[in-house]
């Protein structure tokens, strides 16, 4: 209590021992203590009001940092499975790429074997048909034998072929850089593969079908003109 209502009071408690109060007087006085309620009611609910919105904003505090936390959890969540997802999908690719790479050695290994037999097998038939003609015409043989027909010279073996395919140390990691995805043993395969072919007309079908439709050559054209130019260049 103020200090000025106490004061106020007092003096009232002391008038009413004084004099007897009036009927207006009570009135009076009643409307006082009306007026007293309502203020101490409007007090009790201004109190009241000021600590409900003290718990509102302290339910909205904690309520939004639920929410941050939540979508922060939510946030990690989906980064993980995500995470998992790109790694499957790079296991799986790097798997059939594998796969293919093998494939592709075995065809090309299964083609080179299938080949070599058929040009070893031809050759002795020309060595079988020499000595008819020498039977045929001995005389002939000895009177004249400068005049004897050359034989034809005999087609570089695949070795020497593939030695003319080996391209120096840079072209070399240029060509399984850019042109082969980095895949050195690929490389070799392939280069293994062009040196059993007979033809330019075979290597194009070859690099053009087998082997363009796995790598991208269009980012480096020049390697690629290099590395076709050392493949056509037995056939020049």
């Not at 939510?74 to 790694?87: M, T």
């Not at 299964?110 to 020309?126: C, D, L, M």
């Not at 290099?226 to 020049?236: D, N, T």
């Amino acid at each position: 209590m103020s200090t000025a209502l106490s004061s106020a009071l007092s003096s009232l408690q002391s008038a009413l021992q004084a004099e007897v109060p009036s009927a207006d007087d009570l009135q009076f006085l009643d409307s006082l203590c009306v007026q007293a309620h309502q203020a101490k009611f409007r007090a009790e609910v201004a109190e009241a009001k000021a600590e409900t919105e003290a718990q509102f904003a302290a339910t909205q505090a904690e309520l939004a940092q639920a929410q941050a936390a939540a979508q922060a959890a939510a946030h990690a969540q989906l980064q993980a499975q995500l995470a998992a997802v790109q790694a499957a999908a790079e296991s799986r690719l790097n798997a059939a790429l594998t796969d293919h790479v093998a494939a592709l050695g075995e065809r090309t290994a299964s083609e080179a074997t299938s080949q070599k037999p058929a040009a070893i097998h031809q050759e002795p038939a020309a060595i079988h048909q020499e000595p008819v003609a020498i039977h045929q015409e001995p005389l002939a043989t000895r009177q004249e034998p400068a005049a004897t027909s050359p034989q034809p010279a005999a087609s570089k073996s695949v070795n020497a072929r593939y030695a003319n395919l080996n391209a120096g140390l840079n072209d070399r990691l240029a060509f399984v850089k850019h042109l082969f995805g980095g895949d050195d043993q690929d490389y070799q395969r392939i280069v293994a593969y062009l040196a059993t072919l007979e033809s330019k007309a075979e290597c194009e079908t070859f690099i053009r079908e087998a082997v363009q439709p796995d790598y991208d050559w269009s980012k480096s054209p020049d390697v690629a003109d290099r590395f076709l130019a050392l493949v056509y260049a037995r056939f020049e």
